[in-house]
C-alpha cells in the first residue's frame, strides 16, 4: 500500500514538473540555435587606432540591437597585420569555418573577403572609396555579396572647410600616390571641386616605387600653391611618409590639408572626417537586416551620417596662420 502511494505521488510529481523540463528545453534549444550565429571580423591592423575604434563601433552597435557576444552571437577577431597574404589568409579560414557574416574593416580586407566567397554575406566598414576600388558596383547595389558603411567624407565639404580657414587660398595643391584606386578617385574628385569655389588644383602624382622623391615633389609643389591636399591615400598618410612631406612643405609655411584625424595629431592643420566608432556602429543594423534573411546587394552602401572637424592648432601657430574663431567653434576638437 505504502509503495503504490508513493508511486503515485511520484507520477503527480512528474506530470507537474512537465511543462517545466519543456520550458527549459525549449529555452536550451534556442539559446543553442543563437549560439550558431558567428560573426568572423577581419580587421587590416591595430595601428593607426582607427580599425580598432571601427571594430569597438561595430561591436557595440550589434549589442545595441540585441547581438551580444557570450549571449547569443561569437565575434572571432582576426587582425592581418596591413598583410595581404595574412588577410587573405583570414578570409579562406572564415569561408572554411562557414561562418554566419564577415565584416570586413578596411579595403584589401573587403577585397579579400570578396575573392574568398561569393555567399557568405559581408559588411565592410572603413573604406575609403568602395566603387573605385571595385567592392561595390554603385552606392545603391553591390551588385555582390557585400554592403556597408564607408569612410568618404565628399571632397566638396572638405573643400567647403578649407575655405573658411583659409579664405584668401586660391592655388591649391593636391598630392596623391597614383598606385591607389582611391587615391586617384578622391584626387579627381577634388580637381573638380577647386575648380568650383574658384580655387586653382595643382595635381601631382606618383607611383607607390618613387615614393623616395616625394618630400622634393611636395617642396617644388610649396613654392606653388597656398595649400596642399592629401585626399584618401593610404600610402602617403602612412607615418613616415607623411612626416617627411609636411617637413618638406612647412619650410615654405604651406599647411598640409588631410581627411583623417590622426593625419592632424602628426601635425596636418585639419581635417573634415568621419567618426571611426560611429560608422562601425552604423554598419551593425546592416549586418542584422543580413542575419534576418535581407540580401546585401539589395542593402544600399552609406557614407557616415555625422562628420567631425579636426584642428591643430600648434600647426597654424607655427606657419603663422591665423584661424577665424568662428571657423574654429565648428571644430569638435582642437589640438593645442
Not at 94 to 104: G, T
Request: aromatic share 6%; net charge positive.
Amino acid at each position: 500500500m505504502g509503495s503504490k502511494r508513493l508511486l503515485t505521488v511520484a507520477r503527480v510529481g512528474l506530470v507537474l514538473l512537465l511543462p517545466f523540463l519543456s520550458l527549459d528545453l525549449r529555452i536550451a534549444q534556442a539559446d543553442s540555435s543563437q549560439r550558431r550565429i558567428e560573426i568572423g571580423i577581419l580587421q587590416w591592423t591595430e595601428s593607426p587606432a582607427v580599425f580598432t575604434w571601427n571594430r569597438e563601433g561595430f561591436i557595440e552597435g550589434m549589442k545595441g540591437l540585441g547581438y551580444e557576444e557570450g549571449r547569443n552571437v561569437r565575434f572571432d577577431i582576426k587582425i592581418a597585420e596591413g598583410d595581404r597574404e595574412k588577410a587573405k589568409e583570414i578570409a579562406r579560414t572564415f569561408v572554411k569555418r562557414r561562418v554566419d557574416l564577415i565584416c570586413a574593416l578596411g579595403t584589401i580586407p573587403s577585397l579579400v573577403a570578396l575573392e574568398a566567397t561569393r555567399e557568405i554575406p559581408i559588411v565592410y566598414s572603413n573604406v575609403g572609396e568602395p566603387k573605385a576600388t571595385g567592392i561595390i558596383d554603385s552606392w545603391g547595389s553591390s551588385g555582390r555579396n557585400i554592403t556597408g558603411v564607408s569612410m568618404k567624407i565628399p571632397v566638396e565639404k572638405q573643400l567647403e572647410m578649407v575655405q573658411r580657414a583659409l579664405p584668401k587660398a586660391k592655388k591649391l595643391g593636391i598630392l596623391y600616390c597614383s598606385s591607389t584606386p582611391q587615391a586617384m578617385a578622391t584626387a579627381e574628385e577634388a580637381r573638380g571641386s577647386a575648380k568650383r569655389f574658384g580655387i586653382r588644383p595643382y595635381p601631382i602624382s606618383l607611383p607607390s616605387d618613387h615614393l623616395s622623391q616625394f618630400p622634393l615633389i611636395a617642396q617644388n609643389l610649396a613654392k606653388q600653391v597656398e595649400a596642399i591636399y592629401i585626399p584618401t591615400d593610404p600610402i602617403l598618410t602612412a607615418k613616415k611618409n607623411l612626416l617627411k612631406i609636411m617637413e618638406a612643405a612647412f619650410k615654405f609655411r604651406v599647411p598640409i590639408i588631410v581627411v583623417s584625424d590622426d593625419a592632424v595629431e602628426l601635425g596636418a592643420l585639419m581635417a573634415l572626417h568621419c567618426d571611426f566608432r560611429e560608422i562601425g556602429r552604423q554598419a551593425a543594423p546592416m549586418a542584422v537586416k543580413i542575419l534576418k534573411g535581407m540580401r546585401p546587394t539589395d542593402i544600399p552602401s552609406q557614407m557616415p551620417l555625422s562628420h567631425r572637424l579636426t584642428v591643430n592648432l600648434r600647426t597654424a601657430k607655427q606657419l603663422g596662420i591665423r584661424l577665424d574663431p568662428h571657423f574654429l567653434s565648428l571644430a569638435h576638437r582642437v589640438i593645442e
